[in-house]
């Protein structure tokens, strides 16, 4: 009966990490085969980057106050051109950074305005995140 309940737990440990599926924002920016060979390479990459796509950027209203921002645009996923400054309220629902110019700083946070929404996207510094992703595995062992 142990060596039964032992070979399940082994079984669905095995099937957890090597079958980590990746967020569909992750789809907008890598294909199907690159998602696969990070899989291959290091699944823990696809865990990673999950955690990056859905926890990396804040929607919150402008303050009244000046600070420093940049406008949010839209860019082409080839190019990584601004393609766009038009953004909607709609947008910034299920936000994906990768789709806009929005970057990480190493040590600080960054500020975008998003177009004539009133909102604000707030990107978390690399940091932080790796302090979150950190946090973020030790409670999920």
Known sequence: MKKIFLTIFVLAL?????????????YDIYTIDQIEHYRK?????IDYLNFYVNNVAMVATIPDKPFNHQQLFKIDQKTGENISDEITEAD???FNPYLYNCKS???????????DTGKMIIMRSTQEMARRYRQYQKNNK
């Open 105 to 115: 700083k190493n040590e600080k946070y960054s500020y975008y305005i998003a177009g």
């Open 14 to 26: 095995w099937f957890n990490v090597f079958s980590q599926q990746a967020d569909s924002k992750l």
């Open 92 to 94: 910034l629902i299920d």
């Open 41 to 45: 390479i290091n699944p823990k990459s």
